[in-house]
């Protein structure tokens, strides 16, 4: 491994990336127990880039944690989001890779994206990749994933605009609305169909998240609600009792609920828990338009904020950074909704 001072003394005019690991799939072979665990560090993943690429890229690769994602908590989410801060802020480097478990790769995408948003324009590319198959198992896709990312973020600094990426598949997406779809396909993110609506989403919520929020550290306890057919008050008063500042309501169909979790949002937000509905159906908006007495137009005039581009995952980071700037409903819902 070629550190990138040295490259700089050189005076080598080579893109600089930093591939930052963090474990997930990529890192994964299967252990004695038969489970999947991330076990290959930095040095062996940067080790299966293509040699042409390494030629080009000037790569450096750093572990900073080895964890399966599912098993990562706002403090490893935050530690990832303040590495590539720290990183993109001088100009040591052109581009930055992440390497992150699937399952929650769309959360610490959107939170690093916040992350970087306050602190003006970024300078950077920042691409996160995974893997759908471990390290150690056959037609493996994480070293393609890898390389893609890598060349990515050896792209214009200029490009880095559209926010944080995720390269997976071949394919190249903006974080920001884009979710995990299938458990196996190895293409297995889908990214909001329309770039300029997600990107109107992302400028939306950029606005309203004011820059001290974020240096926090730690963000509010925001729970997600899932709803179903007979659903009833008691996880949303639950999360209440627990503490919840902001409750995610993962709603049927449009943004749909029924009479009692009507009755439990509007309690909630008389507390002042802040509500936030999306959808449990994978594609399409979220929108009040159903009555009823438990439809989508309940839900809003109960309190609850649409969200009609973020899903769960990434709606509950939204709202936790929004809930810890400190701001009102209305800044919820013009975060949200506009
Ligand atoms: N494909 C994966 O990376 C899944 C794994 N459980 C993780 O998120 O770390």
């Given amino acids: 491994m070629t550190p990138f001072r040295a490259r700089a003394r050189s005076g080598a005019a080579h893109p600089r990336v930093l591939v930052l690991t963090t474990g997930g799939t990529i890192a994964a072979v299967r ?11 930095a040095a062996d993943l940067r080790s299966t880039l293509p040699s042409p690429l390494l030629e080009r890229v000037n790569v450096e690769a750093r572990a900073l944690m080895s964890v399966d994602s599912a098993a990562m908590d706002v403090t490893s989410a935050y530690a990832i989001a303040r590495h590539v801060a720290a990183a993109s802020a001088g100009d040591a480097v052109d581009g930055i890779v992440v390497t992150h478990g699937t399952d929650t790769m769309e959360e610490t995408a959107l939170l690093t994206d916040l992350v970087l948003a306050r602190g003006g324009r970024r300078r950077v590319r920042v691409v996160f990749t995974g893997a759908q198959r471990g390290a150690d198992q056959p037609g493996a896709d994480g070293p393609g994933n890898l390389a893609r990312a890598v060349d990515t973020a050896s792209g214009p600094a200029a490009d880095s605009e559209a926010g944080v990426l995720i ?16 458990t196996v396909d190895l293409d297995a993110f889908a990214a909001w169909p329309d770039r300029h ?14 820059g001290g929020g974020l240096a926090t550290g730690s963000l509010p306890r925001v729970d997600t609600v899932a709803l179903y057919p007979g659903s009833d008050a008691v996880v949303i008063d639950a999360c209440r009792a627990a503490g919840a500042r902001g409750i995610v309501l993962e709603a049927m169909g449009a943004g749909n609920a029924n009479a009692a979790a009507v009755r439990a949002v509007r309690a909630a937000a008389a507390a002042g828990v802040a509500v936030v509905v999306t959808t449990r159906v994978p594609h399409g908006p979220a929108f009040a338009d159903y009555g ?4 989508g137009t309940n839900l809003a005039r109960a309190g609850a904020v649409f969200s009609p581009v973020l899903r769960a995952g990434q ?14 409903h209305g800044e919820v819902t013009r975060a949200f909704t506009g």
């Fill in 31 to 41: 252990g004695s127990d038969g489970g999947l665990a991330p076990a290959v560090d």
């Fill in 167 to 182: 390269a997976f598949a071949g394919r190249t997406m903006p974080a920001w609305g884009t979710r995990k779809l299938s």
């Fill in 197 to 210: 609506e997600a990107e109107q989403s992302r400028r939306r919520a950029l606005a309203a998240v004011p």
């Fill in 292 to 295: 009823g007495g438990g439809g």
């Fill in 315 to 328: 709606a509950r980071i939204l709202l936790a950074a929004l809930l810890a700037a400190g701001v009102g």
